[in-house]
């Protein structure tokens, strides 16, 4: 059952992005586009409404800078969080970061508290930055543990959660799919028109080393909209790291070696280039949609299919190492299960980019008297 949902989520997810052009399609475009007015019109009165003030935005004691995008799938959210708060953290600063945290049924439960793949992958880089998980994030920044010290919030996926007032506004922008076709959910992959740009303060290009042919263009766009500073970014795979017994694997384990990839995350394709790049010869790849829950049985037909195939090494996204906790003993022992780990590297305006963190976080004694 699960197996064929995700079959048909990928679907629909096929459609929003235009791969898919069969007649059927075609119709369900068409339902999809009078779906997207009705999408259009709550997210215009939500707009209007905070713009008048009928919906209240809220301060909170310490700055926030908010990182968001405006399309669904993976843009690099949060690495970038990561890259963030270790800088802050080098500054002499103490982050704490406010999540939504999508819960899993496979969420990893730490210290009494269930963590999802995203959040979990936050706390692994960062252990000794607290992190708020819930969709409440006013509340839990508003009750904030007397036990924790904060002088600045890091707001995850922040830019539609308007309710929180921010410092910053820095919008996450993936260069290999900015903005889709440019129609809104379910039609296309957008969150909001691309005029709401005119709130951010700050772009942050991903995957530019991947997205050059189009970076020009891009980078027009958005200073079409609204001229502000942005920078450059890519992501560098660092190593692998091995499941079963939680070792450090050099990148060149893969290096021209038969392979399969599997991944529920929001940009597949750029992770599977991402192992091409590598040496790897992917031979098989198994993408799930973002933020899905594997089961046994997914598992189980993931290792059926490689195992016909003569694959024994299987690699994955440091995301999803964490909903893979439960089933990495079902794996043979004849089969390497590795996740790539990944960093954001900031490669142009990261000098513009740290000189306004810094301005935020200097700001605070200002911020806590409004």
Known sequence: MNINLNILQNYFYQLMTNQR?????????????????????????????YNQGLFKTFRLSRPVISVGNITVGGVGKTPFIIYLARYLKAQGLKPVVLIHGYMLKN????????????????????????????????????????????DVFLLDDGFQHR???RQLDIVVVDTTNPFGDGQLLPCGILREPLNSLTRAHFFVLTKTDWGQEEL??????????????MAKAVHRPQHLFDLKIHEMVPLSFIKETTMAAFCSIGDPKTFEKTLISLGAMVKKTFF?????????????????ICQRHHLKILVTTEKDEVKLKDFVHLFPDNMYVLSLRIILDV???????????RDICQGQERVEKV
């Open 21 to 49: 052009q069969d007649p059927l399609a075609y119709l369900l475009k068409i339902l999809l586009w009078f779906a997207s007015i009705l999408y259009w019109l709550v997210i215009s009165f939500i707009k209007f409404s």
């Open 107 to 150: 969420s990893v439960a730490t210290n009494d508290k269930n963590f999802s793949d995203e959040a979990e992958m936050i706390r692994k880089n960062l252990p000794d930055v607290p992190i708020l998980v819930g969709p409440d994030r006013l509340n839990n920044a508003q009750n904030l543990s007397p036990h924790i010290e904060a």
């Open 163 to 165: 309710k929180i007032h």
């Open 216 to 229: 020009d263009m891009i980078i027009k766009q958005l200073n079409g909209i609204k001229k502000v500073p």
């Open 288 to 304: 799930f949609l973002d933020h899905y829950s594997y089961q046994k049985k997914d598992i189980e037909r993931i290792i059926h």
């Open 347 to 357: 490669v142009e305006g990261q000098e513009v980019l740290q000189a306004r963190l």
